[in-house]
């Protein structure tokens, strides 16, 4: 019997993971069957590892791992995985940290990528100082967010309002009208509202303007949908830190590599 098994509908995926927040509320009902499993060696316990699609954050077809490093070794030893994985206009794999340079016997795998951490929250944060002077940003001022970042977060995946169902908000100076901060929300393969672009002028940092727009944010999408999300660079403590006094838990901390770089 074959060590690995399709999967093919996202209740299958939440149940062969566990009911893991990413297969719940990043991929969820939008994954786009089929799935693969690595069976356990014990009848009744979950698959060792877990593939799925999943897209990018900037909406690119691709694929992600959970489990172990001998259950994804499992999946991408079966022919049919390996080629579904590399296939279908996939063109970039998410695998647990620590797994990726076993990948490298396996898949012809590219130099961009990197590291980062997918969080993810339930609840809403506590109040925090500044977030009454959070106001929406509309899409007429699309470029002046975007020279903002530019500036001021030149790694942010953030694209504002490159895509539909984008919330941008922001704070101002009083005194000149100039952008203090701003930050993104966009729904996610499954859904949830997923932060991106939390971004302060560089000379205002420090003063909590971060955390009142993320707290902001985080709010109304657990008001809305239940639950938000968000993806940071794995070397980013500051930030961290801010995610996790406002409630935020890490969900994955995952190795991006992309095959066509």
């Known amino acids: 019997m074959s060590p690995v098994r399709r999967l093919g509908s996202s209740a299958e995926l939440a149940v062969a993971t566990g009911d893991h927040p990413v297969a719940v509320l990043d991929v969820g009902a939008g994954v786009v069957p089929p799935s693969y499993a690595a069976l356990a060696p014990e009848p009744g316990e979950l698959p060792s590892a877990v593939a799925f699609h999943r897209r990018s954050d900037h909406g690119v077809p691709g694929s992600a791992v959970l489990g172990t490093a001998s259950g994804l070794a499992t999946l991408l030893d079966d022919p049919e995985v390996r080629a579904w994985v590399t296939g279908g206009g996939n063109r970039h794999l998410s695998v647990p940290r620590g797994t990726v340079d076993m990948l490298r016997d396996r898949l012809d795998l590219g130099r961009r990528g990197g590291e980062w951490d997918w969080m993810w929250t339930r609840e809403e944060p506590p109040p925090v100082p500044g977030e009454d002077e959070v106001h929406v940003i509309g899409p007429e001022l699309r470029g002046e967010v975007e020279r903002f970042l530019d500036a001021h977060s ?64 985080t709010r109304l999408a657990v008001r809305e949908s239940g639950a938000c999300a968000l993806g940071m660079f794995a070397d980013n403590d500051a930030a961290r830190r801010v995610y996790l006094r406002l409630g935020f838990r890490t969900g994955m901390e995952w190795t991006s590599r992309w095959f066509d770089a």
Request: charged share 15%.
């Open 154 to 217: 030149p790694r942010t995946h953030g694209q504002p309002f490159a895509r539909p169902g984008q919330r941008w908000v922001g704070v101002r100076d009083p005194a000149d009208g100039s952008l203090v901060a701003v930050g993104g929300s966009e729904p996610s393969q499954g859904g949830t509202p997923t932060l991106a672009g939390i971004a302060v002028e560089t000379s205002r940092r420090g003063r909590g303007w971060g955390a009142a727009v993320t707290a902001h944010l």
